[in-house]
C-alpha cells in the first residue's frame, strides 16, 4: 500500500501499537515489540526540526501518533523493515498548532555568564525579526555557565508566540553539539548517561521541546571576535550577572518555564537492561552532558 496525504502528532492520546500498525495499512506479523521498535526507528530518521524528533520519549509518557495517509514507500518483504523512503511532511502539528510549510524567519543570538562557576550568573538574548531587534535578559543568583547557555535560548525561543523558523547563533559548543547531536543518545536513555543522570537535564528538557516546536538551525560564532549581537549579549549577560536585574519589569529573574523541573531534577532511573539490544553507542568522550 502508498498511503498519501500529511501526518498529525498530537499529545493528550495512549499509544497502541495495533492502531499504529493499522493506519500505515501493515498487517502484524511478529511480536508488538518489534513493530514499535520499527517504528520508532523510522521515527527517529526523521530528522532534526521536526517534531517527530522527540517521539521516542514522548511515545513512553503521553503522546499519540497518529498516521493520517502519510506519502511513503512500502518495502515489499516485512523482513526488511516497514519503510524503505519517507518524506517529511510538509505541515504539522505541534502543541495542537499548525505548522505551515512557508513560516516566518527570526534570527536568536544568545549568551550565558557566570561569576565564579559556579555562582552568580546571567544569560542575554537577541531577537531579530523584520528589521526589529528586541532584547531579553536575566539572572540566577547561584548557577553555572552551561546552565546560563542553555537559559538564553530557552527564553528565547519561549518569546516566540507562533512556530518559525530560528537561526539561532551561539557561542557555546556545549549548548550546539547538546542539541544537534548528544540529545539524541541522551534521550535514548531517557536522560541517561551510563552510571549518571545527564547534567541540566532540566534546561535540556525545555530546550528540546521548544525546539521541536520551531525549525531550528544551530550555529556556533567565536565569542568576543566581532559578531555585534553576540558582543551585545556578552555585555547584557555579564551585567545580569553582577548586577542580578533581569528584562522583566517585575524584577523577576526569567520567564516561566514550561516544565520548571529545577536543577536538582533527577529523571528516572531506566530499569537494568533496558537498552540492551537496541545498538545505543557507549558514552561519547566528547560528551560532557
Not at 543570538?109 to 542575554?124: E, K, M, Q, V
Not at 547534567?199 to 559578531?227: Q, Y
Amino acid at each position: 500500500m502508498k498511503p498519501h496525504g500529511s501526518f498529525v502528532a498530537q499529545r493528550g492520546h495512549s499509544l497502541t501499537i495495533e492502531s499504529l500498525v493499522r493506519t500505515v495499512g501493515l498487517e502484524p506479523t511478529r511480536p508488538c515489540g518489534h513493530w514499535l521498535l520499527r517504528a520508532l526507528d523510522w521515527v527517529s530518521r526523521c530528522g532534526p526540526g521536526s517534531p517527530l524528533a522527540d517521539f521516542r520519549s514522548r511515545a513512553v509518557s503521553q503522546s499519540c501518533l497518529e498516521f493520517q495517509q502519510h506519502r511513503c514507500k512500502t518495502v515489499s518483504s516485512f523482513g526488511r523493515g516497514i519503510f524503505k523512503t519517507a518524506r517529511p511532511p510538509r505541515d504539522w502539528i505541534a502543541d495542537g498548532i499548525i505548522v505551515p510549510r512557508t513560516v516566518k524567519r527570526v534570527l536568536l543570538i544568545t549568551d550565558g555568564s557566570c561569576l565564579g562557576n559556579p555562582g552568580p550568573g546571567g544569560w542575554a538574548c537577541v531577537l531579530r525579526f523584520a528589521g526589529v531587534a528586541k532584547e531579553f535578559f536575566g539572572y540566577d543568583p547561584h548557577t553555572t555557565n552551561n546552565r546560563m547557555e542553555l537559559m538564553a535560548p530557552i527564553q528565547g525561543l519561549l518569546v516566540l508566540k507562533e512556530p518559525c523558523e530560528v537561526d539561532i547563533t551561539t557561542d557555546s559548543e556545549y549548548v550546539r553539539q547538546g542539541i544537534t547531536k548528544w540529545i539524541v543518545h541522551w534521550k535514548r536513555r531517557h536522560w541517561w548517561k551510563k552510571n549518571r543522570p545527564v547534567r541540566n537535564a532540566d534546561l535540556w528538557i525545555e530546550l528540546d521541546e521548544l525546539a521541536g516546536i520551531h525549525r531550528t538551525n544551530w550555529s556556533w560564532t567565536k565569542g568576543h571576535a566581532g559578531h555585534d549581537d553576540n558582543n551585545r549579549c556578552d555585555w547584557l549577560a555579564q551585567n545580569a550577572a553582577r548586577k542580578q536585574i533581569s528584562s522583566w519589569a517585575d524584577g523577576r529573574a526569567h520567564g516561566a518555564l514550561r516544565h520548571d523541573l529545577g536543577p536538582d531534577y533527577v529523571p528516572p532511573n531506566p530499569q537494568a537492561g533496558l537498552f540492551d539490544g537496541l545498538g545505543v553507542v557507549e558514552d561519547d568522550p566528547s560528551d560532557p552532558g
